[in-house]
């Protein structure tokens, strides 16, 4: 009997997960495999064309916006910070200062270049005004133009060892284009003007005369009967015919007393009478002053300075050679203007005489000669960097002036070792001239012994320094206060600075 085959029958009995038919249980999968993971995308850098795309987006003018106004405010803050602090912080008061203020005089004769009979020290004077320039000289001193007999009428006419008159105009117009102003010294000239009005108007009409030629002053001495309240007025209203705000014409008083003779009216017009007074830094003597007096001149003046005048700073005593180049350095440095006596290094005609003697074929030079070449070179070289130091440097020109109290241990190859040393006579001095935050330290060893400094002398003073000069000009670079030694003889300027201060 058949079976019955239906749609129901044998074999076609659907199994569980398949479906119904035959045909979807052929084909149907036996496994169903699980879905596969979406790709990664990786990070890419725009392209150019895309981000030129971005760019002008919104987005990015904000963010471009917010760091040009925070520069901005960075900028304006830090310079409202800047002004704040130069605002706050106290700068020392600019004082203008007059030619003379500023000037380095020289004072000379010119029969001391005299090569040959007549005129020839005028002529070889002429010839030497560039270099004298050169060196830092800015005014000239003519002393000796005139005996100290003469009457005012002849005050026009100089000695016949000099030159005649017209040479004497010569060199006047050859120093002012040289840049040289010339004073010309009536010192101990008899000018006959007490109680005698003709030869008062011959005076005024001599004056006259030489300011046309171009002088910039005159110098007399307070001994000098032109030395008077009455007198100076009248060279002052000559001088107002001359005067401008450039060139003004000077008074130089030459103090040769201990104190000098006071004008009968006040300081306050003393003051406009007189210019400049020329103060000795030793006083006179017959002998030549010992360590010791010269190291108690000089404290003398340095705590006892008076500011009413414009001072100017010259030698005047006698002292032993070997301080010579300690008080060029002290003239140097003090306030006011220095005025340098002739000195025979400073010529440059017995310079030149010296190199052309060792070109002439002589192969064994005398170490004389050598020596006192070395000295001349020396001398030059230490006049010129304080002369140019003291013109670029406000703290020497017109800073404060500070005397230090000095405290020192003597040294020496057999107490070297010794942790106490004897005190030694006071002949180390020491001062400080400042301007704002520049400190110009000047160190004077007047005696004949090696001294060390005491690191506790001065702890208010910075540590560290430059070598400005030396007597030796020798020093160079850096150097530490602490491990300082002063020579013989010596007298150092120091600028100091702070630490991580290049100023």
Known sequence: MPLDVGDTGYGSVPGPGLSGSVGGSETAPLLIPEPEPEPVQQWQPLTKEQLEVVAGGPGWRRVRCYMVLLFWLAWVGML????????????????????????????????????????????????????????????????GLFVK?????????????????????????????????????????????????????????TLRFWLEQGVAGFAICDTDAAYSEKTLLEWRDVFREFSSQEEERIVVVKQTQEVPRPLNNSSQINKTLVDVVMRSILPSSHHLLSAQEVADAIETHLQTREDEIWPSWTVGGKASPDLKKLLL????????????????????????????????????????ANTDKKVKRSTVALFTSLSHSRAREEALLYGSFTFLPFNTSANSSSSSNSTLASPAPLTILAFLRSWGCVHFLILLNVGPELHALDPAWAPSLPEAGVFVASTGMDRLGSTSLYTLELRPHEAIVIKLFEAGSYS
């Open 80 to 143: 409202a910070t800047s002004i704040a602090i130069i605002a706050i912080s106290p700068r020392p008061v600019v004082t203008p200062l007059k030619w003379w203020q500023k000037s380095l005089f020289y004072q000379l004769q010119p029969d001391l270049f005299m090569e040959a009979e007549g005129s020839g020290g005028i002529n070889v004077l002429c010839e030497q005004l560039p270099y004298l320039r050169s060196l830092g000289i800015g005014a000239l001193i003519l002393e």
């Open 329 to 368: 350095v002290l003239m140097m440095t003090l306030p006011g203007s220095p005025a340098v006596q002739y000195d025979e290094d400073f010529d440059q005609t017995q310079n030149v005489s010296l190199n052309v003697g060792s070109s002439h074929g002589e192969k064994n030079e005398p170490s004389d």
């Open 149 to 205: 007999d003469v009457s005012p009428s002849n005050l026009t006419a100089t000695g016949e060892s000099l030159g005649t008159l017209p040479q004497i105009q010569h060199l006047l117009t050859e120093s002012n284009k040289a840049g040289l102003k010339v004073v010309l010294d009536f010192c101990e000239v008899d000018l006959d003007v007490a109680g005698n009005e003709p030869s008062s108007a011959k005076l005024q009409h």
